[in-house]
């Protein structure tokens, strides 16, 4: 990513902010992929990207866990509609079908699954309580339509589906880090390779452990 060091003027009217808004956003999800994560993203560097002056940002976010914590809000539902949209119309859907869905729309979304660590550990407390709120709404408003669409499309009742949804997530914060291993550990890998396997593949390992876990949710 190339920074031009343009900084551009103040925005006045409501949608030039709204402009920079998401020019902010844009530029910490490119930073983000850039540097290996989240935990590599500062909020100068974001501003920089993004062609502000580094006093502007607080005009729009108060804090790098605020701008994450909207990143993190954004990918929940982006999940719902896009697993709504997988399993629309469906109705006979096996538990490992059920299970596979869960986990190959989570996996299409990188950086969703990154913040997944991160929003407990750090963002969701770091902000306003009123921020923090917004956020909760919206997290499990998707997560209760998404409950209620897997339920819908096939072999799983609601709460088997909470369960599945439940594990999927907390499964899903752990491995995403576990498989895209810093430049320390990825050297440590190289010389011990008896060790490599935490390095795992993301997506093959989630989808057998949340089908496994549908199989057995099922009985």
Known sequence: MRYSGVMHRRAR???????????????ARTLAAERGG?????????TEAAGLHPSAVRRYFDSKEELLLELAERGWRQWRETLLARVSGAHDLT?????????????????????????????????????ARRFKA????????????????????PAQARDLVTAAVGITANLWQVSHPTATLARL????PRWEHAALDFEPRLTRLLRAMARGLAR
Do not use: M, W
């Open 13 to 27: 009217s409501q949608e030039a902010k709204l402009q920079r808004t998401e020019d902010l956003l844009a530029a």
């Open 38 to 46: 989240v935990r590599h993203v500062t909020l100068a560097a974001v």
């Open 95 to 131: 538990p490992e079908q059920t299970a596979s869905a869960v986990a190959q729309t989570l996996a299409a979304q990188p950086l969703f699954c990154d913040l997944l660590t991160h929003v407990p550990l750090s963002l969701e407390g770091e902000v306003a309580i009123d921020r």
């Open 138 to 157: 919206a997290s499990f408003g998707a997560y209760d339509d998404i409950v209620e669409a897997l339920a819908k499309a096939g072999a799983l009742t």
């Open 189 to 192: 890998y190289a010389e011990n």
